[in-house]
T-cell receptor, first 114, second 116 residues
C-alpha cells in the first residue's frame, strides 16, 4: 500500500549510542520531513528536504543528521544519543511542500534513551 | 520566525456540548493555517485548512474554523461534540512565502476529553 513507512516502531538505546531511523515513501513526493513529538510540546520540525540532495534544518536540528540520496528515502541519524532525545518521531511527506495536503505521516518511532 | 499559541492545554466537555479551541499565531506576513487531530495511538490527520478566501472554513467531522486576520486567530469550533472526538488537537501555521515557507510550525496541542 502507498504511504510512509517508518522503521523501527520502537527502540531503546543507551546514552552515546548511534542509530538511524528509517523513513521511506512510495508516492514520489519531493518534500519529506522529520518531527519529534513530546508531551505538552506538540510537534517540532527537526529537518526537512525539498528533493533528493537537498536538506535543511528545522526548529530543533541539534543532535540529528539527515541525508536525501533518493526521492524515496529520508533517514534520520542520531550520532550520539542523549536522554533528551527520548521522544516519538514522525516522518511526513507531501508532493511539493507542507502546504500540499494531506501530508502523509508515518506511524511513528518511539525512541527511549537510557 | 512564526509561532503558534494554543490557549487550552486540556478541555473536558460532556457530549453534545459546544467546542471552541483557541489558536493564535505570530507572523507578520501572509500565512496558511491548519488544524490537525491526533486520536489516541494514531498519527496526525488534517481536519481543515485555510489558504485564502472565505475566512470561515469547514472541515471534516463537523468541525469548522474562523480566520480573523486582525486578531491573528484561527479558532476551531464544533457545535456538538461526541465521545469519538476525544483526541488531541493541533493548530499549525506556515508562511505563504519567504523564509520558513517550507516549515510547518505546530502549537503545543489541546487535549479534548468528551465525557459520555
Amino acid at each position: 500500500n502507498a504511504g510512509v513507512t517508518q522503521t523501527p516502531k520502537f527502540q531503546v538505546l543507551k546514552t552515546g549510542q548511534s542509530m538511524t531511523l528509517q523513513c521511506a515513501q512510495d508516492m514520489n513526493h519531493e518534500y519529506m520531513s522529520w518531527y519529534r513529538q513530546d508531551p505538552g510540546m506538540g510537534l517540532r520540525l527537526i529537518h526537512y528536504s525539498v528533493g533528493a540532495g537537498i536538506t535543511d534544518q528545522g526548529e530543533v536540528p541539534n543532535g540529528y543528521n539527515v541525508s536525501r540520496s533518493t526521492t524515496e528515502d529520508f533517514p534520520l541519524r542520531l550520532l550520539s544519543a542523549a536522554p533528551s532525545q527520548t521522544s516519538v518521531y514522525f516522518c511526513a511527506s507531501s508532493p511539493r511542500g507542507p502546504r500540499d495536503q494531506p501530508q502523509h505521516f508515518g506511524d511513528g518511532t518511539r525512541l527511549s534513551i537510557l | 520566525a512564526q509561532s503558534v499559541s494554543q490557549h487550552n492545554h486540556h478541555v473536558i466537555l460532556s457530549e453534545a456540548a459546544s467546542l471552541e479551541l483557541g489558536c493564535n499565531y505570530s507572523y507578520g506576513g501572509t500565512v496558511n493555517l491548519f488544524w490537525y487531530v491526533q486520536y489516541p495511538g494514531q498519527h496526525l490527520q488534517l481536519l481543515l485548512k485555510y489558504f485564502s478566501g472565505d475566512p470561515l472554513v469547514k472541515g471534516i467531522k463537523g468541525f469548522e474554523a474562523e480566520f480573523i486576520k486582525s486578531k491573528f486567530s484561527f479558532n476551531l469550533r464544533k457545535p456538538s461534540v461526541q465521545w469519538s472526538d476525544t483526541a488531541e488537537y493541533f493548530c499549525a501555521v506556515i508562511p505563504y512565502s519567504g523564509a520558513g515557507s517550507y516549515q510547518l510550525t505546530f502549537g503545543k496541542g489541546t487535549k479534548l476529553s468528551v465525557i459520555p
